[in-house]
């Protein structure tokens, strides 16, 4: 099992990511005029990828709370995220 502190930077990263992916997604929506989008392989590999992050960071956050982290720790660590 990872320490509080691995977790956290595992989900500070995992964040970060996701609101990186998030954004380039959106852009690249914006940018095709294609009605198509949602069957363009480059947006499903985003999409697929931001799937994976989000489960990544759902088992972090899992694996930090059942670590014996306080509820006032975690809190404020929750604040710190982007």
């Known amino acids: 099992m990872s320490t509080p502190s691995l977790l956290k930077i595992k989900i500070k ?4 990511a996701i609101d990186d992916l998030e954004d380039r997604l959106a852009i690249r929506r914006h940018c095709m005029t294609d009605l198509k989008t ?11 990828n931001l799937s994976e992050f989000k489960q990544a960071g759902r088992e972090a956050v899992f694996s930090l709370l059942v670590s014996g982290i306080s509820h006032r ?3 404020k660590f929750t604040k710190e995220l982007p």
Not at 13 to 16: E, G, I, K
Not at 38 to 48: L, R
């Open 13 to 16: 990263s995992l964040a970060l």
């Open 38 to 48: 949602e069957q363009c392989p480059v947006v499903i590999a985003m999409q697929n």
């Open 73 to 75: 720790e975690f809190m």
